[in-house]
Each structure stands twice: as C-alpha cells, then as structure tokens.
C-alpha cells in the first residue's frame, strides 16, 4: 500500500524530465530573437540609449553598427522597431500594413489637451477609415485643380510681400500657408493680422510643447491625470486646461464661421462646402463631427508643415545658391521673363521638379520627427503621423516584432543613405535629373518624406503641388543669396535645425532680389488680377 502510493506520488515526477524532452523535441518552440539592441540595462532597459535630440542620427548610427536595417530598442517592457531603410519601411508598413497601421496613443495628447480629434492620431479603426475615405475624396488628384486658383492668389500676394519687405520673409511665409489653408479649408480670404490665423499658430505651438517636453507625468504615470490642478505636480493640468481650449477653438471657430457664412450667403466653395454637400453627409450630428475634425485636422496639420517646408527651401538656397541658376534659366526658357508660372506648366520645369525633389529629401522634415522619447509605463507620447503600432507577432529577416511595438521609419535614414545619395549633406537638385536633362525615372524615394502604407500623408498631393507652384514663382522672379553685414560682406549660414518636433531650420537670415527690372511690374500686375 505504502509502495503504491508512494509510486503514485513520484512516478510522474520521475518522468517529468522525459515529458519535457519529449515535449520539447516534437514541438520545438520556435525562438525568435528581436533585432539586433544596443544592451540595456536591467528594467529600464534601453530607456537612456534614445536620445532626446535628433534620435534620428543615432537610430542610423546604430543600424550601421549591427549592420542590420531594422533596429529594436526596449524599455520598460515596451518595444521600439526602427527602420533604417525604404526597403524594410515598403516590406513592412505597405505590404503587411494590416498589421502594421495602428498608432501609439498619448493621453496627454488626445485625452487631456484637445487633440482628440486629430484624426491623424487614431488608431487604424472604423473612424479612421471613414475619415480619411471623406478627406481623400476632396483631395484626390482630380479635385486638386479646384485648389490651385487659392494657392496662387496667395503665392501671388507673398511675392508682392517679398518685394515690400524681404527682410521679414518668414513672416510673409507665415501668412502664405495659413491663408492658402484657411482659403481651401474654409473658404476664408484672411488678411495678415485675422485672429484665426494666430490661433492655429497658437494651437500649433501646444502640439511643439507636448511633444518638444518628451514627457507628462499623465503619460508616464497614467492615473495622474485624475489629479486635480492645484496639486503639487499638477501644474500641467491648468497649461492643458487652458491649451484644451485653444485647440478647441482651433477645431470650432472657423467651422462655426464657416456656417454663419452659409447663411448669410457668403461662403467660398472649399473643402467644407464639399464635405457638406458630399452624399449623405448631411445635417446629422455624426456628420457635423466628422466635418469639424476633417476640417480642423486638415488646417492644423496643413499649414505648419508647408511652412517649415518653405522656409527650408530659403534655406537651403542660402547655403547652395548656385543651384537656382539652371532653375532660373530655364524658367526665362518657359516664361520668357513675360508672365508668372502656372501648375501646368510642370511638365515643361523638370529642374524646377528636381529642386522641389531635393527639398524634401534635403530636409525632411515630418518623418524624421520620429521622437518618442517620451514613453513609458503606460503610454508612449507619439508625434503626429509619425511612429506605427502593431498590432500582432510579427517576423521580419528572421527577428521577432512582438505585437504592440511602436514601429518608426526613420525618413531621414533613407533619405541620407550615401549609397543612394552621394554626398548628403550637399542640397544638390541634378541628382534627380536624367543625363538629358529629364527627372529620372525612380524618383519614389522622396515619398518618404510623407509617411508610409495606410498611413502616408492623404494631402500630400495638394502639399507638393503648392510648394511647386511657390517655388517655381519666387524663382522667376528672385534670387535667393546670403545676407550681407554691414560691410557688405556675405554672412556665413549656420546650418542648424530643430532636433525635436520636426527637423527644420532655425531661423536665419538671406537676401532676396529681384531678378531683372521687369520683374517688379509682373509681380505687381499679378497680385491685382487674381
Ligand atoms: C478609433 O480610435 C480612436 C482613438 O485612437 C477613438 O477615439 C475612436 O473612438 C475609435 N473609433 C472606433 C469606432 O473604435
């Protein structure tokens, strides 16, 4: 009896070994390992391996070092993958984009300081799709002609501005994108000092603070934001409070104005007007959110990004300014010095082309705001279209991507790739110019500049089309060169860029002239008749 209970008690634990091996040797567990990490250290992991500054140089840096193109980071059981090149961004965030289109959500950004409707931020959901679906219907390339009239109208006014007071060029930039996106947004013609515009700007500016501070304590500390504001540490809470009401405004004003209008019999045909008359869309409330965030998404998300976009464009001809020439030649070739360029005139500009080409490459901007520093227990502050989410076990060149990993393209990576562009540093528009002087063929890459898959920027089309256009204008009638001193003297650039947010140009200074005497007349004649 006693022999048989005590059979009973260790005869399994005896074979336990023989199980496991068995257990082990028919069904091996497949052991992936995740891509190449820099080694972390207990717990917090890779957590100090990220840097707050320009992330993106040490996340290239690092995949050179393992001589891998995906690179992983972890900290605090979260998972980062980056993706140093176009190839494992396409293979990844295009072909398996069902897997990998979902976003990284903050709660300081969409729960406590407005931006909750920013569509950009969602998740890849329902809501997201319909959306983005209704955005996309006023901004396919079909609809874009209807944008083009606002667009010069305002490239036309920032000329005339330029030749009053070049000095205050970013300024004037300021107003040409807020004005160009209010125009195609709402149908609003703004002067320079409409409040709206100060708003956005203002708005704008909370999204730079959130995401420049890398870091909330309701982020880190999830149930922090239950705190109240007069508590120690909850000094946040009254800047968000009062940041809520900004980005509020942001979304509600111009769209309440935009109704006052419709009654009054003074709307401009725009992209609300379109959203508004778009089959049944009409007059539900769900309608009338998704117009509002639509509307709002697309002014806020618009108007910084083309501005930093076109102030690197002042930028980089202030370092380069000898890359203007063969640009300005064959503009007078095209527009013999007679009249201001149109979009259509495109086809016959393919250095013009190749300029707005490098400027993107040469930049970028959106996509190398990959900083997400800003993590940690619960939540990991995102930028705005920027770092994907997965959402299940992946495996990609034989590596594991578990399933919630934030995924970041790292833009700037690709774009600054020697093998691809030689000598990267240098802003250089011939490299995307065939040897006769056509745009060659490949010229995909600078798609990187705005995003990836299921993700990739739906207003990049009217972006680049407006920036053409702007670019092709100052350009026949001005030349861009460095500032002088007061001894005449050219004064030396320093080529710096924001690390955080986005990667643009500090502010800088240059000199912009007129090309030749008839210019001012053209640019002046031009500003009356639109
Ligand atoms: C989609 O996700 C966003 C947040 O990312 C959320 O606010 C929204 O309610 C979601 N929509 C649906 C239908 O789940």
Known sequence: MLRDDLNCLLSP?????????????????????????????????????????????????????????????????????????????????????????????????????????????????????????????????????????????????????????????????????????????????????????????????????????????????????????????????????????????????????YKAALREGTARPCLTSALMSAKGNRASESAELLQVSIAGTTYGAGAGTTMDTLSAFFFALTLFPETQIAVQDELDDVLCRERLPIVKDEAALPRTTAMLYELLRYVELLSASVLFHLIYLESWLTLPGIPHRSTTNDEYNGYLIPAGSIVIANAWAMLHDASVFPEPERFDPTRFLAADGSLKGDISLVGEAFGFGRRICPGRQFARDFVWLAIASILAMFTIEPALDEGGEELETKVEFTTRFMRAPLPFKCRITLRFPEAESLVRSASVDD
């Open 13 to 257: 634990w005896l074979l336990l070994p023989f199980i496991l091996a068995w257990i082990l040797l028919a069904h091996p567990i497949k052991r992936l390992r995740y891509p190449p990490s820099p080694n972390g250290l207990p717990i917090i992991g890779n957590l100090f391996d990220i840097p707050v500054d320009s992330p993106w140089l040490k996340y290239a840096e690092l995949g050179k070092q393992f001589g891998s193109d995906v690179v992983h980071f972890e900290a605090l059981g979260r998972h980062v993958v980056v993706l140093n090149s176009a190839k494992a961004a396409r293979d990844l965030l295009e072909k398996r984009s069902s897997i990998y289109s979902g976003r990284a959500q903050s709660i300081m950004l969409s729960e406590i300081t407005g931006w909750h409707r920013n569509w950009g931020l969602w998740q890849y959901n329902e809501s997201y799709k319909s959306h983005r679906k209704a955005f996309v219907q006023h901004f396919r390339p079909e609809a874009l002609p209807g944008y083009y009239g606002k667009q010069k109208k305002g490239i036309h006014t920032f000329l005339h501005s330029l030749i009053d007071a070049p000095d205050d060029f970013l300024a004037h930039i300021q107003y040409l994108t807020g004005q160009v996106i209010l125009d195609a947004v709402y149908g609003f013609e703004v002067a320079r000092d409409d409040p709206l515009l100060a708003l956005t700007e203002h708005a704008a500016f909370t999204l730079k603070q959130i995401v420049g501070a890398n870091m909330y304590l309701a982020d880190i500390i999830p149930t922090f934001r239950h705190i109240p504001a007069w508590f120690p540490g909850g000094g946040y809470k009254r800047r968000a409070a009062e940041w809520k009401k900004l980005v509020g405004s942001m979304y509600e004003e111009p769209y309440r104005m």
